[in-house]
Nanobody
Framework: VQLQASGGGLVQTGGSLRLSCVAS??????????IAWFRQAPGKQRELVAT???????NYADSVKGRFTISRDNAKNTVYLQMNSLKPEDTAVYYC???????????WGQGTLVTVSS
């Protein structure tokens, strides 16, 4: 499965952005993949931001709880990350990641840059 992330950009503190991650490929069933958003700030390690399971259940890093919302639209093979009340420390390249646990298949998107100005 191939992943295409988009929606990044420059926003002021307190603003909002919505990231999208569209999956494509041959003979794959999007519903069977758990999806996650990671981010990597300059000079820092990549960190997990949010996950959405095949069941639709979600989990978030403590740093984004209450501000970010992950959701999936299986009919569109797309996962979204709605980011509200953005802070300068949210500045990073955001990556989407897909995992099929039964088949041990995973894939990374190319990343989209989010810059939050103070």
């Amino acid at each position: 499965v191939q992943l295409q992330a988009s929606g990044g950009g420059l926003v002021q503190t307190g603003g909002s952005l919505r990231l999208s991650c569209v999956a494509s490929g041959s003979r794959f069933i999007f519903d069977d993949y758990a999806i996650a958003w990671f981010r990597q700030a300059p000079g820092k390690q990549r960190e997990l931001v949010a996950t959405v399971a095949t069941s639709g259940s979600t989990n978030y890093a403590d740093s984004v709880k209450g501000r970010f919302t992950i959701s999936r639209d299986n009919a569109k093979n797309t996962v979204y990350l709605q980011m509200n009340s953005l802070k300068p420390e949210d500045t990073a390249v955001y990556y989407c990641y897909a995992r099929h646990f039964a088949l041990s298949i995973d894939s990374w998107g190319q990343g989209t840059l989010v810059t939050v100005s103070s």
